[in-house]
């Protein structure tokens, strides 16, 4: 079963480059293993906008997905706290970022 995983991570203030690089691997690495990777860099698609704006975008994103992996700087983001509070108030599964959680995700998950 191909899940929807989405990403979280650290964003604001981040190198953009080095911001583009670390969700791209990541999104590479859930992709390769039959999943969709939800990139929140994708899903709001431009550095233009408010931080309030981007979460909008972010928060909607999430709630169509299946489960979450945070990147090991989400405790640097308040936005990223906030969706992986999010996802685990909804009980949406949650962990951090290996490729071992992208393939127990798929035992876990309906």
Known sequence: ???KIYIAGKVTGENKMQCINKFKEAERQINE?????INPLRVVGTWDVTWETAMKKCIKALMDCDALLFLPCTDKSPGANWELEIANKLKIPTSKFSIEAIKLFKSKVI
């Open 1 to 3: 079963m191909k899940l």
């Open 33 to 37: 293993l039959g999943h969709e990777a």
